[in-house]
């Protein structure tokens, strides 16, 4: 493995960096005070993403995307997520991979759209009862004449405001195993204003401010069979395979957040002056500094290394969860102790720390806990030795 940028690699990380400073670090105090992204602006932002050619970079390039490998697409996600996240993740949209695995027809419909910018996407699977434990899902779906008929609640269902449609999972059937009845589970596409689907304004979050969450209900939502992305009863194999390098980009955009908070309390250190003399000469808080860069040093090396093995298709999904899992928790521990060596200029808005420090704890809880990450850990570990 490589751990040096090529040319081009550094060309996108130059020019993804120099984007978000320009176009999006201006912006985010309004959006944490009005606690919205105003839709005018993410127009605007848009349309110079696109020119740019940083929208929809993840895609492939014989859909109109970037055609990234994933180590590229990392380091790109890497910059944007230092920028709020509502910004970036509206205004320099990257369509769902799940896209990928619909029909021609499906991506006519659903993946260009996103590409050009008309519409965004929204996956619809945690509901009230149901969060990790997927299969305790309770909303259903039934097949009646040539249709499916769709019924239940989802909530957390991040911009599904803006999206013009979601992709949702439903309860679709039982079968037997070994160890008693498992739920069936379908993907399906589900247009916004299709009769009995409805998007509610869901919770207040202290985390990402203006980056939206929503309640979905559907009641008789009737959808025609041309509308499941796969085939029926297989909606986890989609996930399992579109969805799971979710979690790297969790983890690269937790990397961005705490490199950012880093250097805020690098400048700092080296500025502020207390008894004569810079406060980083101080032991307390240069070991600070030592161990926040360690740390950080550490997260990106198991991101970059599970980017490496996911490219070369040898990822395992203890690799994918030991980057989120550390990412996401040294995040929390860099933006902590960055506000620590602020002092009390740490917690005041004129300062992103305060947003980062706030904005790193939902990152712990979606897209699979803390818990669920050591929990496949461990699994694939004793699943060697036979336990």
């Not at 005018?40 to 940083?54: E, H, N, P, S, T």
């Not at 509901?127 to 019924?151: C, F, H, I, K, Y």
């Not at 085939?231 to 690269?252: D, S």
Request: hydrophobic share 40%; charged share 25%.
């Amino acid at each position: 493995m490589d751990f040096g940028l090529t040319d081009e690699q550094a060309m996108i990380v130059n020019a993804t960096r120099a984007f978000v400073e320009t176009e999006l670090y201006p912006h985010e105090a309004t959006v944490e005070r009005n606690g919205r992204v105003d839709m005018d602006l993410v127009r605007d932002i848009q349309k110079k993403a696109m020119a740019a050619g940083l929208y929809a970079a993840n895609m492939p390039e014989e859909v109109g995307g970037a055609g990234l490998d994933t180590q590229s697409w990392l380091l790109y996600e890497k910059e944007l997520g230092k920028a709020n996240y509502a910004l970036h993740w509206t205004a320099v949209a990257r369509p769902s991979n799940i896209l990928l695995a619909g029909t021609p027809d499906q991506r006519e419909r659903y993946l260009m759209p996103c590409i050009r910018g008309e519409t965004w996407d929204c996956l619809a699977m945690t509901e009230p009862g149901a969060g990790s434990d997927l299969r305790g899902m309770t909303a259903t779906a039934r097949q009646e004449g040539g249709d499916w008929v769709l019924n239940g609640t989802k909530h957390f269902i991040s911009h599904a405001d803006v999206a013009g449609f979601t992709i949702v999972f439903m309860a679709s059937g039982e079968e037997e195993t070994p160890r008693g009845k498992k739920k069936l589970i379908t993907a399906f596409f589900v247009d916004k204003g299709t009769p009995g689907f409805a998007v509610r304004d869901g919770y207040r979050n202290v985390s990402h401010r203006g980056y939206t969450n929503a309640v979905l209900d559907f009641d008789n939502c009737r959808v025609p069979q041309d509308q499941v992305l796969g085939a029926p009863h297989k909606g986890f194999e989609v996930a399992n395979t579109w969805l799971g390098a979710t979690r790297l980009q969790v983890a690269a955009t937790c990397l961005g957040r705490a490199e950012r908070a880093l250097g805020h309390a690098m400048s700092y250190a080296a500025e502020r002056r207390q008894f004569g003399q810079q406060i980083g000469r101080f032991q307390g808080v240069s070991f600070k500094l030592a161990d926040m860069a360690m740390e950080l040093k550490a997260a990106e090396l198991l991101t970059r290394e599970a980017a490496w093995k996911f490219g070369k298709g040898t990822v395992s999904e203890a690799d994918m969860s030991m980057a989120k899992l550390k990412a996401t928790e040294v995040l929390a521990f860099i933006a902590d102790e960055a506000i620590q060596i602020h002092g009390g200029m740490g917690l005041m808005e004129d300062l992103p720390l305060e947003r980062i420090w706030r904005d790193a704890r939902v990152e712990r809880i979606w897209e699979g806990t803390s818990e669920i990450q050591r929990h496949i850990i461990s699994r694939e570990l004793l699943r060697a030795l036979g336990a």
